[in-house]
């Protein structure tokens, strides 16, 4: 069964410094998401993302947040100057054009220091 | 924008018993309802949904059921076995392709 796929798997970063978080989203999905989760609480959205655009972005998401998709199977959430706020687990999701269900990769585990 | 509440935060229950989870949702454009349990470490798995054109959905022995009126929405685990023990997220979605708001998760232990 075709998964989401998420890279790096853990990420260390001193605060200031940019990162790159990438994923590959399931070949035949168009709607793309990226969610985060502090450790123990809930997963927060961030940024949703379709035909090349943002569709929709939460108040998190500001001004040091930024997504791409470079290529035709890449997705990435890029942090251009990180804080120490921004330590969580990031997840990627995507789903089918007319399909509810989103599918979740595995996470990249952030911890900014 | 769309508020998600879930009770209780932490849930124990004897091996073999049911675990109920309940949430509340607040904006009635809400249509679509998803449960993702969620391992230590691991990603949100779904592991059973629901739309609101429908009142119960049961798989096997996970069974979810919505209150559209009131606004709540459950979910029954039966015949609980250790491999249930995992956080649990509900969640409320408007539209096939619109984001997924989840609530805060409730902690089942499933006690031996």
């Known amino acids: 069964e075709p998964e989401v796929t998420q890279t790096p798997s853990h990420q260390v970063t001193q605060m200031g410094q940019e990162v790159i978080l990438r994923c590959v989203p399931i070949?035949?999905?168009?709607?793309f998401y990226w969610y985060r989760q502090i450790l123990g609480q809930k997963v927060e959205f961030l940024v949703s993302?379709?035909?090349?655009?943002?569709?929709?972005k939460s108040e998190i998401f500001d001004d040091q947040f930024s997504v791409e998709r470079p290529d035709g199977s890449n997705f990435t959430l890029k942090i251009r100057s990180t804080k120490l706020e921004d330590s969580a687990m990031y997840f990627c999701?995507?789903?089918?054009?007319?399909?509810?269900?989103?599918?979740f990769g595995p996470g990249t585990r952030l911890l900014v220091l | 924008g769309e508020n998600v509440e879930q009770h209780p935060s932490t849930l124990s229950v004897q091996e073999g018993d049911s675990a109920v989870i309940k949430c509340t949702y607040s904006?009635?454009?809400?249509?679509?309802f998803p449960w993702y349990k969620q391992e230590l470490g691991k990603r949100p798995q779904l592991i059973i949904d629901?739309?609101?054109?429908?009142g119960e959905k049961k798989d096997q022995r996970i069974a979810v059921t919505l209150n559209k009126t009131a606004k709540h929405f459950s979910l029954h685990i039966t015949e609980t076995q250790p491999e249930d023990s995992a956080v649990y997220f509900c969640?409320?979605?408007?539209?096939?392709?619109?984001?997924?708001?989840f609530g805060k998760g409730t902690r089942l232990h499933i006690l031996p």
């Open positions: 999701a995507s789903n089918e054009q007319g399909r509810e269900t989103q599918y």
């Open positions: 070949s035949n999905h168009l709607y």
């Open positions: 993302f379709y035909n090349n655009e943002i569709s929709e």
């Open positions: 904006d009635s454009a809400s249509n679509y």
């Open positions: 629901i739309r609101s054109n429908v």
């Open positions: 969640a409320a979605s408007m539209s096939r392709d619109d984001k997924i708001i």
